[in-house]
């Protein structure tokens, strides 16, 4: 059921509730779940040490190998009878990790998911094109779920097929599109190779795009490809799937349902809780997932928190922006360079596309390349000067990067494009250990 007051809680009452579910979710963790029992015994706490909700950082943090760990049944605190479904991650960083569902959990998810749909401006009465992955990846029917529980009408069209898309995106001029923000752009693309304006033939009013970071200049692009919307949501398999937070229509910063998940950011390094507004490792606690709870889970994504009142109305804190994985950072000649600030460094520079890659390898020292396409309108231009376009984005990349990354412009569509994330970053530095030592 769509609970369309949560979104409205007031701050007071949201942590009121927070505390109350978290007292009662440590003791459900430690009494069915035989791996938070025995943490919690190593670590010399009982659950009725967590009396406030400040108390959380008293509870230790749960990873993704332990989940990993708990193959394929995950870490469950219900008997499998009582699981209505299995997920697992799409496996971007090693073996895919399984989560499970009780008919509750379902429930929630499709609140969360709907909040979603609603807080970016979605109506009931709106066609959703849903071209997440259906199956095990929690995205397609994440996306669907909620749609439904909001009253959409879904097409179900999952990935690829990208002609099939584009006729649909006309033939039923659907309202809200569902895919992955690299997706959207490569549909605007090939809308365009099969003839359609997707301005004047289709319809789009509004966005979900997620599953993988992207920048304020690819939502400049794609609201501009489509006269739409284009709205962050963020989640994560463990986390339910997609849902946890959402761009309300001010796009500054992603509210997540903390009725739902409680968030700390930490210092990757320390696990010390930093400060509100702090860049740091996001760590999320599920209030009420029953069939696999997770306390303090770490994410792993980094970014920040604010409390801040929103213009929205919403008084659920935001993320206010996610730079990726730490474990998606690069360590180049000893400099963190995040594929994030690679994106924002190229799409500052006027006349270079949305399609890139990055590849690291290893002559005696790291070296960082950087492939990128030129935008097609600029390369058809009489205007178009690769030299200056070269330098011009070259620079922007050092001031970003603190390095110095080696450049090659590529012609319009030459990097392969992706139905779902893209695979932007190409680490060879291994490959070339591997051949010295041979
Ligand atoms: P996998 O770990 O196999 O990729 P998921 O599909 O559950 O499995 O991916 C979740 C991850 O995707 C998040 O941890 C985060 O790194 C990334 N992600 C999801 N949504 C966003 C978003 N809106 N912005 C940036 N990254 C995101
Ligand atoms: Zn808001």
């Given at each position: 059921m769509f609970n369309e007051k949560a979104q409205k809680m007031k701050l007071d009452d949201i942590r009121e509730l927070q505390e109350e579910r978290l007292l009662k979710q440590v003791r459900y963790a430690y009494e069915n779940v035989p791996m938070y029992k025995k943490r919690f015994k190593e670590e010399g706490?009982?659950?009725?040490?967590?009396?406030?909700?400040?108390?959380?950082?008293?509870v230790p943090f749960t990873v993704k190998d332990d989940l990993r760990d708990h193959y394929p049944y995950g870490i469950l605190a219900v008997p499998k009878e009582k699981v209505v479904r299995f997920h697992a991650s799409s496996g971007t960083t090693g073996t895919p990790t399984v989560v499970a569902y009780n008919r509750k959990d379902m429930d929630v998810w499709g609140d969360l998911m709907a909040r979603c749909y609603d807080a970016a401006g979605?109506?009931?009465e709106y066609i959703v094109q849903n071209a997440y992955g259906y199956g095990l990846f929690t995205g397609g029917l994440g996306f669907h779920q909620g749609a439904e529980v909001l009253g959409c009408s879904v097409l179900?069209?999952?990935?690829?097929?990208t002609k099939k898309q584009v006729t649909m995106l006309n033939d039923f001029k659907t309202d809200v599109l569902a895919c992955t923000p690299s997706y959207a752009i490569y549909l605007a693309e090939a809308a365009e190779k099969h003839g359609y304006d997707p301005i004047e033939d289709f319809d789009l009013k509004v966005g979900m795009f997620g599953a993988e970071p992207w920048s304020e200049e690819a939502r400049d692009s794609i609201e501009e490809s489509y006269d739409m919307k284009a709205q962050d949501v963020y989640g994560m398999s463990e986390l339910y799937?997609?849902?946890?937070a959402i761009e309300c229509s001010e796009q500054k910063g992603l509210h997540i349902w903390s009725d739902h998940f409680l968030v700390e950011t930490i210092d990757?390094?320390?696990g010390e809780v930093l400060p509100e507004g702090e860049k740091g490792e996001l760590v999320f606690t599920m209030l009420t997932r029953e069939a696999m709870p997770l306390l303090r889970y770490r994410t792993k994504d980094v970014g920040s928190v604010t409390y801040e009142e929103c213009e929205c109305g919403r008084k659920h804190p935001r993320i206010e922006s996610i730079d990726g994985r730490s474990d998606d950072m690069l360590i180049v000649g000893g400099v963190n360079v995040f594929p994030s600030q690679v994106e924002d460094a190229l799409l500052e520079t006027e006349g270079i596309a949305e399609h890139y890659q990055i590849i690291v390898d290893r002559d005696v020292l790291d070296r960082l390349f950087v492939r990128a396409e030129v935008d097609r309108d600029y390369y058809e231009s009489d205007e178009y000067d690769e030299e200056k376009l070269k330098e011009e984005a070259s620079e922007n990349l050092k001031a970003v990067l603190n390095i110095n990354a080696r450049l090659k412009l590529l012609q319009p569509g030459s990097l392969p494009r992706t139905v779902?994330?893209?695979?932007?970053v190409i680490d060879q530095r291994e490959e070339h250990d591997r051949i010295e030592e041979l």
């Open positions: 706490i009982k659950p009725s040490d967590i009396k406030k909700l400040e108390d959380v950082s008293k979605a109506k009931p179900p069209t999952s990935t690829g097929n799937g997609p849902g946890v990757p390094n320390t779902g994330k893209a695979k932007r």
